[in-house]
Antibody, heavy 115, light 113 residues
Framework: QVQLVQSGSELKKPGASVKVSCKASGYTFTNYAMNWVRQAPGQGLEWMGWINTNTGNPTYAQGFTGRFVFSLDTSVSTAYLLISSLKADDTAVYYC????????WGQGTLVTVSS | DIVMTQSPDSLAVSLGERATINCKSSQSVLYTSNNKNYLAWYQQKPGQPPKLLISWASTRESGVPDRFSGSGSGTDFTLTISSLQAEDVAVYYCQQYYSNPYTFGPGTKVDIK
């Protein structure tokens, strides 16, 4: 079955970096876009952008440029989200989600930024 | 950017009764060349990722119970749960995928009365 499995929770200090992985299975990875969505504690869903899994070309939503980088390793059907220079308000659950509209979601990765 | 709004913020409905959630977009999400509304509905239960319920404003995803239905066109949309079940307690989000950025509504929390 189609599945996205994300890496585990992370606790980081302000200024550090974190890399979240999203491993796909059950379908041809390069046939579908991969999106990233942020959900701050107790808040709604915020689309961060998407990456074309065929070309590797990323598109970032406003507010997610500069410190956020989407990347791929197609040899292992995995998408990555790198967040650098972490701030306290980056604390959130980060989801990967396949295709548009988002028909399959990862289980989410909680990133906590705290000194 | 297209701004999505939802009403109400929350509602409580008795088991077996109808729940209705409204979603409005700041501009039309109807693509006239194919007559499709680029509007989706998601359900998010506590501690879980969202789940796609309905795409193209009214097309139920495989496995979604038929008590869930979507309607509307252009800028005004509705998600209806015809007979609320206990397992339907969740937050429901609408999303437009007509144009980048693919914005979500703020969510509507559905509880049992």
């Amino acid at each position: 079955q189609v599945q996205l499995v994300q890496s585990g929770s992370e606790l980081k200090k302000p200024g550090a970096s974190v890399k979240v992985s999203c491993k796909a299975s059950g379908y041809t990875f390069t046939n579908y876009a991969m999106n990233w969505v942020r959900q701050a504690p107790g808040q709604g869903l915020e689309w961060m952008g998407w990456i074309n899994t065929n070309t590797g070309n990323p598109t970032y939503a406003q507010g997610f440029t500069g410190r956020f980088v989407f990347s791929l390793d197609t040899s292992v059907s995995t998408a990555y989200l790198l967040i650098s220079s972490l701030k306290a308000d980056d604390t959130a659950v980060y989801y990967c989600a396949r295709d548009i509209p988002f028909d399959t979601w990862g289980q989410g990765t909680l990133v906590t930024v705290s000194s | 950017d297209i701004v999505m709004t939802q009403s109400p913020d929350s509602l409580a409905v008795s088991l077996g009764e109808r729940a209705t959630i409204n979603c409005k977009s700041s501009q039309s999400v109807l693509y006239t060349s194919n007559n499709k509304n680029y509007l989706a509905w998601y359900q998010q239960k506590p501690g879980q990722p969202p789940k796609l319920l309905i795409s193209w404003a009214s097309t139920r995803e495989s496995g979604v119970p038929d008590r869930f239905s979507g309607s509307g066109s252009g800028t005004d949309f509705t998600l209806t749960i015809s007979s609320l079940q206990a397992e339907d307690v969740a937050v429901y989000y609408c999303q437009q995928y007509y144009s980048n950025p693919y914005t979500f509504g703020p969510g509507t929390k559905v509880d049992i009365k």
